[in-house]
Structure formats: structure tokens, C-alpha cells
């Protein structure tokens, strides 16, 4: 298929690289200028890469970004042509996606909402999970480009369903994190072993594919970026304003997004969202042995 790629970062570089291996006729552009994905075509503007494609597939950071791409004096709106497929794999808003999708529904233009999850691993090695939003026929064209990215496809219901998905997920996964966090800050402070406390949490009910993934970085007191906290923070506040928008209370997500605030005024924002932990760590006057103490 014809593609049209925007956005290069941590995950999208990758996804189109994937996209370029299996084959595919791939365009990308990038807001940065600089980054290649070998084999793939390079444009100067949004509107430059989506002429001509059959399918522009976005992978950005946030709302504003979605809507300048789309929207903006440089933006696909101009090149957008009746049958064309338009997915959205960033996390942004559910009610701003219904909109973008009305807005390029007009001119004969599918919209597919399509985040993900599975990080940089994931992106890498072709084995993302798509939760996705959109009508299924469209959902199905686009199935050769989801099987060359990922390894499992959630039709989750109609347009802003995905997005809606996928802040649910981040809110577990932000919450499950940080409840681990706390555990091993407290047990650390009390003189239990780190590496014990994660022996005995696998073989428990406390299990979680969180603390499976997450553990092993933090005994190494690596905090390179897997999922940055910045955007985990973008999309902490995605939910409470959803949350808000349909009245509902989200009490525990308040609290970790004001530690997110604290860790970010500590200058953590460009690292894993791990390192929630080292705030808390700051705070009990402790730091976690691991591997690399």
C-alpha cells in the first residue's frame, strides 16, 4: 500500500521502518527535520507526504500536534482525496478525535483512531497490540499495514473508542506503577531486599506485566526512556479531562498526576516514567539497591 508516515519519534520510526520491510510504498515526514527511515520516501510538509497516498498514518504527541498535521497551512486537509484512510496510532483526546473525524469524513476520508501499547520493544519488533476505533470495513483495508507493525488488532467500537481505550490502559498502568513504587520505597526504608521482594511478587497474586516489565530497569537504575514521563503525564491529564468531561471521579489518578507535576519540576520529564520512583526515594532519604549498586 501507499503510506504516507508522520512522525518519527520513539515508537514511529520504528513502525515505519516495520512498514517499509514488509513491503510497503512508505512517505514520512517528520516535525524535526533530519530523521530517515531507510527505504522510505521523504517530504518536506505533511500535505507533500499524504499526495497521492492511500493511507497517511499519524504517530505524534499530542492533540495539538494531531490537529496541526490534519488542520495546519501545511497540513494533509489539502491533499485529502475521496477513499483515503486516515489512522491516528498517538494518544490524544477522544472528543477532539470525533471531531477531526467529522471534519475529514466530509470530503469522502475514513478515520481510524488506532493507539497502541507494547513501548519501544514492541515498536521495534513488530509486536504492537492496536486498540483501535473506526468502522470494521475500513479497519480491514488496513489490516496488511497493522500486521507488519503489531501482533494483535482491538476493534474496540466506532471512531474516539480506541483513544478512549487507551487512556484507560495508561491510567492502570500509571497507577499499577506507582503502587509498586511505594511498595519497594517502604520495604526498602524497612530493610527488605529488592531483589527478593520482586522474586516473592512473581510468584504472588501482585503479579503484574507492569512490574515484570518495569523491575528489572529499576535493580539496574536504568531510567532510559521507554515511554518518556512527559507523555505519560500528556496522557494522565487526557484522562482526568475525559474523566471530567463525562463526570466522573478519578480520585487515585489526581494524586499520581501531582506526584508526575513534582517529578517534572525535578527535571524528570524526559526520563522514564520510572522515575516517579526516585522522587519518592527523595523523599524517605533512601535509595533502591539493585543490580548496579
Not at 61 to 80: C, R
Amino acid at each position: 500500500m501507499r503510506v504516507a508516515f508522520l512522525g518519527l519519534g520513539i515508537m514511529g520510526h520504528a513502525m515505519a521502518t516495520n512498514l517499509v520491510k514488509a513491503g510497503h510504498e512508505v512517505t514520512v515526514w517528520n516535525r524535526t527535520p533530519g530523521k530517515l527511515v531507510e527505504g522510505a520516501g521523504i517530504a518536506p510538509t505533511p500535505a507533500a507526504a499524504a499526495q497521492g497516498a492511500e493511507v497517511v498514518w499519524l504517530c505524534v504527541s499530542d492533540t495539538a500536534a494531531v490537529e496541526k498535521i490534519l488542520f495546519g497551512p501545511e497540513g494533509i486537509e489539502q491533499a485529502l482525496t475521496d477513499g483515503m484512510i486516515i489512522a491516528d496510532s498517538s494518544t490524544i483526546s477522544p472528543s477532539s478525535t470525533v471531531k477531526f473525524a467529522e471534519r475529514v469524513r466530509a470530503k469522502g476520508v475514513a478515520y481510524v483512531d488506532a493507539p497502541m501499547t507494547g513501548s519501544k520493544i514492541g515498536a521495534a519488533n513488530g509486536t504492537l497490540i492496536f486498540m483501535v476505533g473506526g468502522d470494521e470495513a475500513t479497519i480491514d483495508r488496513l489490516s496488511p499495514l497493522f500486521a507488519a507493525m503489531g501482533k494483535k488488532v482491538f476493534r474496540m467500537g466506532e471512531t474516539s473508542k480506541g483513544q478512549a481505550t487507551k487512556l484507560a490502559m495508561n491510567l492502570q498502568i500509571a497507577l499499577i506503577f506507582e503502587g509498586f513504587a511505594e511498595a519497594l520505597t517502604l520495604a526498602t526504608k524497612l530493610g527488605v531486599d529488592s531483589k527478593q521482594l520482586l522474586s516473592l511478587i512473581d510468584a504472588t497474586m501482585v503479579r503484574s506485566g507492569v512490574v515484570d516489565y518495569k523491575g528489572p530497569f529499576i535493580l539496574q537504575r536504568d531510567f532510559t526512556p521507554n515511554f518518556p514521563l512527559r507523555l505519560m503525564h500528556k496522557d494522565i491529564r487526557l484522562a482526568l479531562e475525559a474523566a471530567k468531561e463525562a463526570r466522573v471521579k478519578l480520585p487515585a489518578l489526581e494524586t499520581v498526576e501531582e506526584i508526575y507535576e513534582m517529578a517534572t519540576e525535578d527535571g524528570h520529564q524526559d526520563l522514564d516514567y520510572a522515575a516517579t520512583l526516585t522522587l519518592l526515594e527523595k523523599w524517605a532519604g533512601i535509595q533502591v539497591k539493585g543490580e548496579a549498586a
